[in-house]
Each structure stands twice: as structure tokens, then as C-alpha cells.
């Protein structure tokens, strides 16, 4: 099997990177694929799902109707499903993203306070997500950033629990609020402060290895070795290693063991598995399920041992 012609037989969203990412399709080839998003496959299906009060599945942050009894947590609310279309690549100035952007500008509340989406909420794990979106999608975020550096910890990282009395950083946390201050610092421009306190948050992820206690060297939790996909908003080692090459940072002696963890599972046909999906309600799959070839894992781990220097 050819690796490359297999990930090309996919979806315009994954296609569109795969050809962007590991191979030297011209602009066009690129600009063509990628508008495809929003009239086939996965980006046109998550599209036509939301309501007409702007929502995805009736709510922000959780469906509406929901029952906490449910197994796991659900993943079909406005938040996921924007956070889709964004890692899909939907174009941001595209008809279909600004009707959709619009209509949860107007419509949407966070289930915590009442707030309007781009506001944000409480939670610096959620406001993260929300600086993504907003950033990406041309929405004004400046108030949350300002929040999310006023909340950042002593150690470098955020924690959901810092309100609860928390002073230790959580990767689940720091992840998803660096990648938000990323997003914002390259639509919005970066200023010193926000610049500041990145380089705190990736410092606190290197000095620890992307996955040890700084005080022992222990593993922090063994489920980060198994690289799931949509990470939702969860950490692991893969999703730590690709911010950094999103950033656009040398690699780092720091995160040397992180990228022999990804070299090791590399399958000997040159495909990743996907290995830990979050369990709960979601839209449709985007792979074919644990235990087997994963299109998005395998992107992912390619495009961060490119970046890394592999051949």
C-alpha cells in the first residue's frame, strides 16, 4: 500500500492537508481542494446539522436535550462542532462559514452564565477553545485572551480548577489554551504579553518532557501515549507535539523521548493507529475506529516527524 495515494483517497478536509502538508501541490491545486469543504463530505454534513437558532444539537457547550446519564461526554453542541470545521479547514472567508459564524454570533449562550459564545465563559479549558474559534473565524477575542493572562499559574501552564483552589498546571488545560493564544497572535498579531505568556506555557510542557512529572520523571498518565483523534479536549503526546510544529518552534531536546513515542508506533506500512477515542454522542465517525488505521493520526505523525527532520 501506498500510503500517500491512501490518505488522498479520503475526504476533501483531510485531503486538502495531506496534499498541503506532505506534498508540493501548487496553490491552486490547494485553494480548489480545500473550497470543496464546504459543499462535500464531512464539512457540508457538520454544516447542514446546525439549527436554526444557531446551535448545534440545541446547546453551546452541551447538547439540549442531555442526560448526564449518557455513557461519556457528548461532542455534538455548537463548541465541537465549530472546533470540526475549524480543524477541517473550512475556508474562514467562505459564504458557508460566515452565514454559520454569524448565526452562532447571535444565537448561541454558554449553558454557565448566559454569555454570548465569543465572550467566553469561566473555564480556561473552554475559553481556550473559544480564542481558537474566534480567532480563526475573524470574531473579536480580546477580552478572553486578557483573562486567560490574567489566569495563567506560577508554573507556566492553566488549570480548569485553578477557581477551586488548583496552583498546579493541567496538560489538558495548557493545550488547549496555547493553542487558542496561537491562533489569536497570528490573526490578531501578537503582542509582547500574549508572545510572554507562550513561551511560559510551552516551557512548562518541555521542562516536563510533554509527558513526566517535573519533580520525579514519572509518567503522568498513560493514557497520553495512545493517540486519539478528535482529541476533543483532551492531551496527548501526538496533539502536543503537532502544536509545536504548528508554532513554527525548533524542535526541542526537551521533546526527544515525545517524538520517539511517535517513531515507535509507526506501523511497518507506514500507517498510525487510532487508539483512543473519547467515548460519548458525536455527529459521524471520522475514522474507522480503535485498534485500526487512522487517515488523521497518520497525517499528523508525518507532518510532526517532517518537522522534526525525518526523512
Known amino acids: 500500500m501506498d500510503v500517500l495515494d ?3 483517497d479520503s475526504d476533501p478536509a483531510l485531503r486538502w492537508q495531506v496534499l498541503r502538508d506532505l506534498t508540493d501541490a501548487p496553490p491552486d491545486q490547494l485553494r480548489a481542494e480545500r473550497a470543496r469543504i464546504e459543499t462535500e463530505g464531512w464539512g ?12 448545534w444539537d440545541g446547546g453551546t457547550y452541551y447538547p439540549s436535550p442531555y442526560d ?5 461526554q457528548p461532542w455534538t453542541a455548537t463548541t465541537y462542532s465549530l472546533l470540526l470545521l475549524r480543524e477541517f479547514g473550512l475556508d474562514p472567508e467562505s459564504a458557508a462559514a460566515r452565514t454559520a459564524v454569524a448565526r452562532v454570533r447571535e444565537g448561541s449562550r454558554w449553558e454557565e452564565g448566559g454569555q454570548r459564545f465569543f465572550d467566553g465563559e469561566v473555564e480556561p479549558c473552554i475559553n481556550g477553545m473559544t480564542v481558537a474559534l474566534g480567532a480563526y473565524f475573524g470574531e473579536q477575542v480580546d477580552g478572553v485572551v486578557a483573562r486567560l493572562l490574567d489566569e495563567q499559574l506560577d508554573d507556566g501552564g492553566w488549570n480548569c480548577e485553578a477557581e477551586r483552589g488548583s496552583t498546579r498546571s493541567s496538560f489538558d488545560t495548557t493545550i488547549n489554551v496555547l493553542e487558542g493564544l496561537l491562533a489569536y497572535g497570528r490573526t490578531a498579531g501578537d503582542t509582547p504579553e500574549v508572545t510572554s505568556a507562550r513561551g511560559r506555557g510551552e516551557d512548562y510542557l518541555l521542562d516536563r518532557g510533554l509527558l513526566r512529572r517535573k519533580s520525579t520523571g514519572e509518567l503522568i498518565n498513560p493514557a497520553w501515549l495512545q493517540f486519539s483523534h478528535p482529541t476533543r479536549w483532551h492531551y496527548d503526546v501526538l496533539r502536543g507535539l503537532d502544536y509545536f510544529r504548528a508554532s513554527g518552534r525548533e524542535p526541542d531536546p526537551r521533546a526527544a523521548e515525545a517524538l520517539e513515542l ?4 509507526g506501523r511497518p506500512d507506514g500507517t498510525w493507529l487510532l487508539e483512543n477515542s473519547h467515548p460519548g454522542r458525536s455527529h459521524f465517525p471520522l475514522d474507522d475506529g480503535d485498534g485500526l488505521p487512522s487517515r488523521w493520526n497518520t497525517l499528523r505523525a508525518l507532518r510532526v516527524l517532517g518537522w522534526a527532520g525525518d526523512a
Open 68 to 72: 448526564d446519564a449518557e455513557p461519556g
Open 44 to 55: 457540508a454534513r457538520l454544516l447542514e446539522l446546525q439549527g436554526e437558532d444557531g446551535q
Open 6 to 8: 491512501w490518505l488522498l
Open 262 to 265: 511517535v517513531r515507535g508506533k
